[in-house]
């Protein structure tokens, strides 16, 4: 277990909505990233937040947003749900300029 | 476009049988290559691999880096069912993002 966590588990919401999903870091990593995991695809690079910074960002719009807070925690907000935005949301936490991603259990969302 | 591509996709064996997953990449930069296992949700460290360090094992599972071919290869000898899960490989071009392939989907069957 790595100790990140993440909540809620599963969440199910319709098209248009909005969505917050939170991450808790492990103890002493105070970076934190964001995966959008499609059915039978790999984890896709949504951003990576450190000092309560975004520090880079991958091909997703702006209706995908994020904060870090000072205890590295971190929040997902996803604006005007797609059907498509249906997906497990995987956070995971590392300590700046090392190479090892640790990763939470994920929340699934279901937008119906 | 930077890319990783896992091979199979899916694996189907026997316990105590052997098993060979790819993974090839196309990367701008590369500082790292990792291995995850992905039982249901949460992905799990397996192996990371760096020009310093190219081979690695634990227990059954041994990895090897070619950087001159662009490919790794994770090697699980003596498979359990417990070994099934979702293998993902992933490069780290040194920014801040992993790049993952779509993952290799083992079953071990009793």
């Known amino acids: 277990e790595t100790g990140v966590t993440q909540s809620p588990t599963h969440l199910i919401k319709t098209r248009g909505q909005q969505v917050t999903l939170r991450c808790s870091s492990q103890s002493g990593h105070n970076t934190v990233s964001w995966y959008q995991q499609a059915l039978g695809q790999g984890p896709q690079f949504i951003f990576q937040y450190y000092r309560e910074e975004e520090n880079g960002r991958g091909n997703f719009p702006p209706r995908f947003s994020g904060l870090q807070f000072p205890n590295y925690s971190s929040e997902l907000n996803v604006n005007a749900l797609e059907l498509d935005d249906s997906a497990l949301y995987l956070c995971?936490?590392?300590?700046?300029?090392?190479?090892?991603?640790?990763f939470g259990a994920g929340t699934r969302l279901s937008v119906l | 476009e930077d890319k990783v591509v896992q091979s199979p996709l899916s694996l189907v064996v026997h316990e105590g049988d052997t098993v060979t997953l790819n993974c090839s990449y196309e990367v701008t930069n590369f500082r790292s290559l990792l291995w995850y296992k992905q039982e249901k949700k949460a992905p799990t460290f397996l192996f990371m691999l760096?020009?310093?360090?190219i081979e690695k094992k634990s227990g059954r599972l041994s990895s090897i880096l070619d950087k001159k071919e662009l490919f790794s290869i994770l090697n699980i000898t003596a498979t359990q069912t417990g070994d099934s899960a979702v293998y993902l490989c992933?490069?780290?071009?040194?920014?801040?993002?992993?790049?993952f392939g779509t993952g290799t989907r083992l079953k071990v069957l009793a």
């Open positions: 992933a490069v780290f071009p040194g920014t801040y993002k992993y790049i």
């Open positions: 760096t020009s310093s360090g």
């Open positions: 995971a936490s590392s300590l700046a300029l090392e190479n090892i991603q640790y």
